[in-house]
Structure formats: structure tokens, C-alpha cells
């Protein structure tokens, strides 16, 4: 393409890095993303954004950071992907404190969670048995007007069965149908399961 005086584009580099590191071919990812901020065109924030995603697969958490800081001292605005792609990764490692400094961050930068932040928050909340953390984030979601999906009524629900909390599962099952939302296969499992699990054979019964 060079050889013919074409100039690629920052979509064609961007192209040929996830083609990189796609292909499992990381140090030519870095090398070309270097080229790129040497010789330009500058890196994006899809540069930087496919860079980072590949880097937290990796678990390479330290580059994580670093290109991420990079990324902002240079100009460029993160999007909710990308601090989607963070929250997960450090909620692997349940690093809380830097997940609530990412939320906090996202809003002050006018860049507010989304409906894949919001799934990735209550999932990762339910993983560590904090329904009623989970259950709050979901209440500013639909403050927001983001609209829950039947996984996260059922993450948030299958969580408050697990801790034995009965009123509060039933309470999920409620509000989900209250939404409209019909329950699924997996909804009616976790229900009622939880139901019997407490010791109510009989209302799991009449649920069915």
C-alpha cells in the first residue's frame, strides 16, 4: 500500500493492530501502536481502547494502567467500552476501591455507565455475594432509564437465594414481572430452587 503511495489511515492502523493482536502477535501490536504516536497517525481512542481490551485478557495489569494513563494525559476521552473492559478486569482480582474510583471517574469525565457497564457491575457484585450492592446499581440503572435485562434479574435474584435471603429474591421475582419482564427457563430455576432451598415446597408448587 506504502510502496504505491497510499498513506494508511488511523482506520487502517487500527485494522492491522487488532489483526495483531488478534493473531496472538503482541509485540507486533506494540510495535506498530509505538510507530504509530512516533511517526503518527496519533493513536485514538479505538487505538487505545483495542490495545488496552487485548492487555486485560492478558492480565497484563500493569501495561493496563500505564497505556490507560498514557491515553488520558495525552487528550483522549475514554468511552464506556473501555472502562467497561477495566471494571471487569479489576473485579477479577476484587479490587473494589479502584472499580468505585472508575465509576466515580466516569461521570465526572461526563462519560456515565451504560446498560454493558451496568450488566458487568451487578455480575461482578453478585460473584462476590453483595446482592444489595447489586441491587442498588440496579436501581440508578433504571434511574437512568436503561432498561435490566432478564440475566441481570436473574444474577441479582439467584444472588439473595444464596445468601439466604428470602424476601428479597422474592422481591427481585416480583419486580421483574412488575416490569414486564417475562421470566425465562433460568429464572424459573433459580426461583424456584431457592424456594425449596428455604423450605417452601408448596409455594414453589403453586409457582410452577
Known amino acids: 500500500m506504502i510502496d504505491k503511495g497510499f498513506v494508511p489511515d488511523i482506520f487502517a492502523h487500527n485494522i492491522m ?41 492478558q ?6 494502567v500505564d497505556y490507560f494513563n498514557e491515553m488520558v494525559d495525552g487528550g483522549c476521552q475514554p468511552d464506556a467500552a473501555l472502562y467497561t473492559c477495566l471494571i471487569t478486569v479489576f473485579g477479577r482480582q476484587k479490587k473494589m476501591d479502584i472499580i468505585y474510583d472508575l465509576l ?37 440503572m433504571i434511574q437512568s432509564g436503561i432498561k435490566p435485562t432478564i440475566h441481570m434479574y436473574n444474577m441479582i435474584m439467584k444472588s439473595y437465594f444464596a445468601t ?22 433460568n429464572s424459573c430455576t433459580v426461583f424456584i430452587g431457592g424456594l425449596i ?8 408448587y403453586t409457582t410452577i
Open 17 to 57: 493492530l487488532e489483526g495483531f493482536l488478534q493473531c496472538q502477535k503482541k509485540s507486533d501490536g506494540i510495535k506498530l501502536f509505538e510507530v504509530m504516536k512516533a511517526k503518527g497517525p496519533f493513536p485514538n481512542v479505538c487505538s487505545y481502547t483495542i490495545l488496552i481490551q487485548d492487555l486485560c485478557k
Open 104 to 140: 466515580k471517574e466516569m461521570r465526572q469525565r461526563g462519560c456515565p455507565p451504560d446498560g454493558r457497564t451496568d450488566n458487568a457491575l451487578i455480575k461482578l457484585m453478585v460473584s462476590q455475594h453483595m446482592p444489595d450492592d447489586a441491587m442498588r446499581a440496579y436501581k440508578k
Open 164 to 185: 439466604k435471603n428470602y424476601e428479597m429474591g422474592r422481591a427481585v421475582w416480583d419486580e421483574m414481572r412488575h416490569k414486564g419482564c417475562c421470566p425465562d427457563d
Open 197 to 204: 432451598r428455604q423450605g417452601r415446597p408448596n409455594e414453589a
Open 59 to 64: 492480565k497484563t495489569m500493569r501495561e493496563v
